[in-house]
């Protein structure tokens, strides 16, 4: 690692979106007067009567929960999108500024376990694997429909990242367009493959291995590692050693050594700072936009906003909004403290 | 307004940015369980002994605030940039993927008013073209100088947007690169004119004037809109009516119009939910990188982060960072509030 790095600000590219983040080491000395988060409480009753998402339940819509003992997946009582929803596209005025177009897709939501108390951090490998082949199959039914193009698994976990209720749970939204930020890692992909005639994400997950600074986890499948161009002050990567487009492409045991790898990361994200780390998590698999994706390498992204402590997180305001996004801690160091919290 | 856009799922493309936000009105009937903020307190005192920017006062970092009486600029005692950063630039392992190089600019704090218990909502329009000015003479002196790119002038308002302290006050950070949404501004506004042989900005805010729909107020030199691709619930764009690029182009009415515009939109955003309403701000003049940029509209930015009462914000987190940015409340129902806001 550049030693200039590790104490100047720098700017670092990140080769999947084709973006610039700013490093600034040089501010962890700041003091914060800012705004304290409150303190996140672990969920305590193993069921809880008013849980929405509690086996038995009756939801804010009317529908009740089945009484499920593993995982359970619903149509989101809210959902953003749907199937049905009517399509159209318009340039108003025809100057080519007020484009819109009907969008529609399916938003559902994959309860983890029927106990309230759990998180993907302190649930058993064999339980997390049920929800690895949970997201794998609605993966493969959503993918196979005409008119979805993306399935976007992912977890808001924690109050402060959005989740209505601490119930362990995710999301899952399909849609008929590919969102920005796949478009974005597809360019980023392609870019690389194009020239370089090799999978971005291979080289990098082998360069990461062998220069070690970067990394927090590795297992006979997957490498966990701070991403070098990393936003988020303790973000992670979930990197397949091998070159997988998708869930569907694992073998079995590389579905349990991804489950084991979610429940490392997670339980070393719990140990960071002694609280239940949130954080929003999804997975990155290939379009099923019917194309053939060959540049395409499955990954998985941890975005967690604690920055110094349970109750002080990095705020993406201002210069992050309008500039650039900025951090503080340079990535190798941030991959210091999730080892040794990983060795605690 | 293609009606069925007001109730159904759809996209809209940002042609500043060139990407897509997920539209979805059917939701917002959806009840929040989650997290709700701490309702924002305005600051009572004229003088605060323990804030570090008022008249007179010691700072973190040992230096003390003059005794100043209009606003107040410093350089940042924590700045995330420096201008004697060393300039290095490398591909650690020659692959095109561990890419950094040096970065250095400016820091700078702006303190609006002596008194702590101010904002821009409460200031007379002299006193915030006072602000203009030193806006103005700020992106002057450091355009000036050839190691400096961009001039990001921004406020971060309220403890819920990462301000440290309620002091009215605003930054600068200032680059030696073009910061991210710079350049999708640029690339935007760039292929408009090309396409179509005029300004973006030029061609929108007439549209926006003629169709009334998602003005929240005019004066004789600026309009302010719910843009048709806003992300943030009640975001707002400010325009100038003619063609300028940056705050040093404005005539010295403009620069009133300009001030006035501020205290209109941050007034009528208080209004909203009767409490100091929270947002980043920011001002997005043409860079100084030394090119011609007549593709170029000056404009400012307001993200506001609240949706549906003084404690209950949107939340930008799973599908919004790892899919697409999604809001409930379309533009143009967003700006109805903003206008009986206004009028009340
Ligand atoms: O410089 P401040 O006000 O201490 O910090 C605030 O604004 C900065 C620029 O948007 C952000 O990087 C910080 O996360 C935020 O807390
Ligand atoms: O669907 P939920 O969990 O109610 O909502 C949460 O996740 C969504 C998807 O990231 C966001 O749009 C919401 O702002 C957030 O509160």
Known sequence: MNP???????RRFNPLKQEWVLVSPNRTQRPWQGQMEKPVV??????????????????????????????YVFENDYAALKLDAPRFSNDEDGKGILIAEGESGVCRVVCFSPRHDLTLANMTVPE?????????????ELGSRDDIAYVQVFENRGAMM????????????????????????LAGQRAYLEER??????????????????????N?????????????????????????TDLEAMTAAERDDFASMLQSVTSTYDRVFDTPFPYSMGLHPQPVDGEKHPEWHFHTHFYPPLLRSA?????????????????????????????KAAAR
Chains 1, 2 share one sequence.
């Open 4 to 10: 200039l790095a590790q104490t100047n600000p720098h």
């Open 42 to 71: 672990a969920a305590a009753l193993t069921y809880d009567p008013d849980c929405y998402l509690c086996p038995g339940n009756i939801r804010a819509g009317g529908a009740r929960t089945d009484k499920y003992t593993s995982t």
């Open 128 to 140: 997390i694997r049920a929800v690895v082949d949970v997201w794998a199959e609605q993966y493969r």
């Open 162 to 185: 959005g989740a209505s209720n601490p119930h362990p749970h995710g999301q899952i939204w399909a849609s008929r367009s590919i969102p920005n930020e796949i478009v974005s890692e």
């Open 197 to 218: 005639k090799c999978c971005l994400l291979c080289a990098y997950q082998e360069m990461e291995i062998r220069l070690g600074e970067r990394v927090v986890a590795t």
């Open 220 to 244: 006979e499948s997957f490498v966990a590692v701070v991403p070098y161009w990393a936003v988020w002050p303790f973000e992670v990567m979930i990197l397949p050693l091998r070159h997988i």
């Open 311 to 339: 109750t002080i997180r990095k705020f993406m305001v201002g210069y992050e909004l309008l500039g650039s996004p900025q951090r503080d801690i340079t990535a190798e160091s941030a991959a210091e403290v999730l080892r």
